[in-house]
Structures are given as C-alpha cells and as structure tokens.
C-alpha cells in the first residue's frame, strides 16, 4: 500500500513514520512517499526515517519528491501536513494580531482566519489534483485549521477526505485515566463541536456514564491538565470538559494579555527551534534521530505555556508529551484498508449529526469507521452556550471559504469582524491590511 505525506519535510512526520514501523498486520504501507517544496527539509526528514527505520524488517521504502503530481500520482492514502508560508508565516500571523490586542494563535482568532485564508487556496489545488491523478485514494488532513481546510477539500473529494486532530484523543485519554478507565475498548467518550471547540459531555466505561463523578471531585479535576487550565467550578458550571483550546475563549483576555509578556511568540519559538535543528541536520556527522528527539522533547513541554502560565496550572505531565495524532491516523488508516471497524474522533461532514448545523459542515465527533470510510455517531444536541459559538465559528469559516474562492476583501474583513474574539470592524480592516502587508500569499483579496 502507497502512502503519499504532503508537508514531507515537516518536524513530526517522523511520528508517522515511527507509527507505521511498529504496525505489522497484513495490508500495511509498503511505501512512502515524502513531499515537500523544500528540498532540503526533505533530506533532513530522510535521514531521520533512514535512522529510525534501521534494524526494522520490512520497513516501508521511502522515497522524496518536490514534484505533487509525481507524489500523488496512484496513491492508495494521502496525509496532508502543510505549512503554507512555514513558521515565519505563522509568527506574522501571532504579531500582527497581538499589535491590534486579539488572539493571534494558528487555529482560533484572527491567527487562524489569516491562516485559513492562506492555506484554503492550496488545499483546493491539492483536492483537484487527488481527484484527478489518484481518485481512489483517501485524503487524511492534518493541515490546521483542521475542520476549516477538511471543509474545503471536502467540496472536491467528499466524504473521501477525513480530518484528525489529537487534541480530542489526548482530553479523553487523561479524562480516562484519572478515573481509572484503563481499557479503550470499554470507553466511549461522547465529544461533539468543531476542531478546537468541542466539549467531552459523557466518558461511558462499559455502559456507565464516569463524568458526573469526575464532575463532583475537586481532588480528580485538578489532576489533570484541563481541571487546571479552566478551574474546577467553571468546569462545574459547565457539567463538561472543554477541549483545551476552549481556553482563549473563556480566558481570552488573561492569555492575550500572558502572549502579549511572552519574549516571543510560540511561532517565533517554533520557526528558531526548528531551523537550528534543519540547520544540524546539514552536518552529514549529525546524529539525526537523536537531534530530532531532542527538540521534539522541547517542543512538547513547551505547548500551549502561556495559557498554563496565565492559569497557574504548572508543567505538563510526562505522559502528554508523547503526541497522539499518528496513533489517530493509523488506526484510521487501518480501518478503511482493512474493514477493522474502530470508533475514532474525526472531522467530517455533519450529515445531520448537528441539527444547528446543515449537512455540508464538518464537525468532530466520534465515527464509526470502516472499509466505506467515516460515519459520525447520533449526538445529543449542545446546550445553548456552546451551540452559540459553535454557529459562530462555523459562519466565520464560511466567510473564510467564501473570500477564498471569490478573492473579495470585503468577505475577508467579515470573517474577521463576525469572530468571537475580535472585537470591532475598524480592528478587522486593520487586520486584513496587516495580514496582506506581510503575507504575499494573501494578495489574492482585492
């Protein structure tokens, strides 16, 4: 089976990599095809596969390719992990934002509509391009904004193109251990929303919803990471937990005001980390596997700090510093080649799932997959609250994918200014001005 990464070149493809090493069932990947319009992250990249695929047996062939439609071409799965404009975009992004006093952050915010509208354009290229060289292959979206850019794709390839995320996966699994809810196979975890607004509402063990008693312990709910982050009488008053990114809404002004004191932004960091070790891996004496695990190791520890910092919620734990989304790919990659029917967190379109919602709007919520794709689940339906911001940020999405087929900067400044979290049209106007000062990709609004 051919697997085609797009963003090749990028710092956690080996992950994936290291996930299919360890898979050893019939109709695994046999080959793998790395692809990135930067030849020399792809090189980098390579010899950190080559070093962690030494001793392996059958491990899958990797090869590399600046060219899509060569890299496209015949694939059984595509995983899509692209950086339009790289990290320099992304730490434009969290600055021009933090200079009008919002929320610059690559998925929620004006960070993320700049990003949306940047990467939309690209993601449509790449959906023409599968539709048409590999018709038959399924299109697995890690780009961000995940709901936002499956959405997009999704207007090409249909139900062909799945979004993952694991900031679900990583909710429920530190939610199931703090209960002690060892076996994932007895645990259902009822989430519903969009990517990076949705909230855990049941975690049932064998039948029995264990939420509400997570829900009356003060001692469990500061145990783990979101307890911390939001505090266990807001958690109460919810009777949920919220995804983790749920922080910059309901603490948005203590996190602009803790990104605001950062010496630098986490795109800043991120875009400095990364290109001191691209730049190690220019050495030919460097030990690439080992460089790799160091900044990943630093990475991790060093997610979403300011809005620990800004709650007071310590360090994280070691047992989330070992990602997530690679297991979630997998194993949904292994449902649909192999008919394993598995139940996974994913974004996909709504298909009524969400009565707010119409039936084209992709959601995250728990599926049933198999060899026919992803099906989500009946859900409950939202309390108010949330069923507000979700409808709010789905809108903004629209207008986001509307300016990006139309090229209108009208449509732009809407997506802005109907936002949460911005809060004026004059403020949204000036955003689009500084987004297309800085970004050249975004010359496209007129």
Not at 86 to 91: I, T
Not at 260 to 268: L, Q
Not at 387 to 399: D, N, P, S, Y
Request: aromatic share 6%; with cysteine; hydrophobic share 45%.
């Amino acid at each position: 089976m051919r697997l085609t990464i797009l963003g090749g070149g990028g710092f956690r493809v080996p992950l994936v990599h290291g996930a299919l090493l360890r898979d050893r069932g019939e109709g695994r990947v046999t080959r793998v095809v790395l692809h990135d319009v930067d030849a020399g992250r792809l090189s980098a990249v390579a010899r950190v596969l080559a070093e962690q695929a030494a001793g392996v047996p059958d491990a899958p062939e990797v090869t590399a390719t600046t060219d899509l439609d060569e890299a496209l071409r015949g694939d059984d799965f595509v995983f899509s992990a692209i950086r339009v404009g790289g990290l320099e975009g992304r730490a434009h992004d969290e600055r021009v934002a933090l200079a009008e006093g919002v929320l610059g952050q690559e998925t929620v915010g004006a960070g993320g509509i700049a990003y949306g509208l940047r990467t939309v354009p690209v993601a449509d290229d790449i959906a023409r391009r599968v539709a048409r060289l590999a018709p038959d292959a399924w299109v697995i979206n890690f780009t961000n904004p995940a709901g936002l850019v499956t959405e997009a794709m999704s207007r090409r390839l249909g139900d062909r193109v799945i979004g993952i995320c694991d900031s679900p996966v990583g909710l429920g699994r530190r939610i199931a251990r703090v209960l002690g809810a060892a076996d994932p196979r007895e645990t259902f975890v009822d989430y519903v929303g969009l990517n990076h607004l949705g909230w855990v509402r049941g975690l049932r063990v064998r039948g029995r919803d264990e939420l509400p008693r997570l829900l009356a312990d003060p001692a469990l709910l500061g145990s783990f990471e979101e307890g911390r982050l939001f505090g266990a009488d807001w958690l109460r008053s919810l009777g949920a937990i919220p995804n983790e990114y749920l922080h910059y809404y309901y603490f948005n002004r203590e996190t602009v005001a803790a990104y605001r004191e950062a010496e630098r932004t986490r795109g800043a960091f991120l875009r400095d980390q990364q290109a001191r070790f691209y730049e190690e891996m220019r050495r030919p004496d460097a030990g690439a596997l080992a460089a790799w695990d160091r900044t990943r190791a630093e990475r991790e520890a060093t997610y979403m700090a300011e809005n620990r910092r800004a709650a007071d919620a310590g360090e994280r734990e070691a047992e989330d510093l070992s990602g997530g989304y690679e297991q979630v790919a997998l194993a949904l990659m292994r449902a649909i080649a192999r008919d394993e029917r598995a139940t996974l967190i994913l974004n996909v379109r709504n298909r009524g799932t969400l009565s707010v919602l119409d039936a084209d709007a992709v959601v995250e919520v728990p599926c049933l997959v198999d060899a026919n794709g992803a099906h989500p689940l009946a859900a409950d339906p939202l309390p108010g609250h949330a069923t507000g911001l979700v409808c709010a940020v789905k809108a903004v999405e629209r207008e986001v994918l509307s300016a990006a087929e139309s090229g209108s900067r009208a449509t732009a400044v809407k997506a802005f200014a109907l936002h949460p979290l911005v809060d004026s049209v004059r403020v949204a106007r000036r955003l689009v001005d500084g987004y297309t000062a800085v970004h050249p990709g975004l010359g496209y609004l007129g």
